[in-house]
Every structure is written in C-alpha cells, then in structure tokens.
C-alpha cells in the first residue's frame, strides 16, 4: 500500500523515472496486481516506448482478464497505430498515393481491426464508459460498419 502512495505521489510530480524504479519494486513485491503493469504501462507510453507500454498493457490483462484499462490502452494504442498509417496516406500527393496508397490503408485497417477486440471487452467491463463508446464508434466507422457505429451512437445519446 505504501509503495502504490508512493508511486502515485511520483507520477503526479513528472518523476518518471523514479515512478517506474518504484513500479518495478511494487510488481517484484505483488506480481498478480494488474493495476500495476497497466499504470507501467502508460508510463512506457509517455516516454514513447509504445513497444514497452503494449507488453505492459497485455500483462494487465493476463493477470486480469477483466482489467478494464489495460483492453482500454491496448485499443488506442492499436488505434492510433491504425491512424498513423492514414495519416501518411492522406499527406502524399497523387502520384506517391496511387502506388502507396492502398497498401498504406490495408495497414490501417489492420490495425482498426486488431483494436476493436480490446475496446469491445472494455465496453463489457464498463457497459457506460463514454470514452470506450467514442472509440468504438470511430473504429466501427473507420471499418464502414455503420449499423454498428449507428448503435453505438445511440448508446452514447442515452
């Protein structure tokens, strides 16, 4: 309990790297504490070792499968890989789009794809989660499944 205060008090004073020292010592002292490895893993995030925080993030959810922020950072990580690639695409010019272009979309597509398994188990996990819903609603329509996005959006209305 001390240790988790501790790294709190860290992580709300930008020390990262005393954070993570304290965060490897709370999971060598509780290994089984999911909150942990997705608190790690958002602190991978920040400091832009995606690789890292996405170990940290499946870890999570392996030592609880219903550990609500580690499918939760799992889908936007794979989201925003998804949109990465379609932000190159939308940046080429013409020529470059008509002999890259489709292979760069496939890609982003695959990453909608992989992302929406994440945000649907978070949307089980936290049925009104406003911020899963927003996603999943994107990933449905970045997917062209719009009955899906369309229900989505209601849920979100009410």
Do not use: C, W
């Not at 219903?66 to 794979?78: A, H, I």
């Amino acid at each position: 309990y001390l240790m988790q205060e501790e790294l709190r008090y860290y992580l709300k004073n930008d020390r990262a790297d005393e954070a993570m020292a304290k965060l490897d010592k709370a999971i060598e002292a509780d290994s089984k504490n999911a909150s942990l490895y997705a608190v790690r893993g958002n602190l991978e995030e920040r400091k832009g070792n995606i690789d890292a925080a996405y170990k940290n993030y499946k870890k999570a959810v392996e030592v609880d499968p219903n550990n609500f922020d580690g499918f939760f950072n799992l889908g936007v990580l794979e989201y925003n890989k998804g949109s990465e690639f379609n932000n190159k695409a939308a940046k080429m010019d013409y020529a470059t789009y008509k002999k890259q272009g489709a292979g760069l979309e496939k890609q982003a597509i695959k990453h909608y794809e992989a992302s929406l398994p994440y945000f649907e188990k978070a949307l089980e996990i936290q049925p009104d989660d406003q911020a899963t819903l927003a996603n999943l609603q994107r990933v449905y329509t970045r997917l062209k499944r719009t009955a899906d996005a369309e229900r989505i959006g209601k849920k979100m209305k009410n």
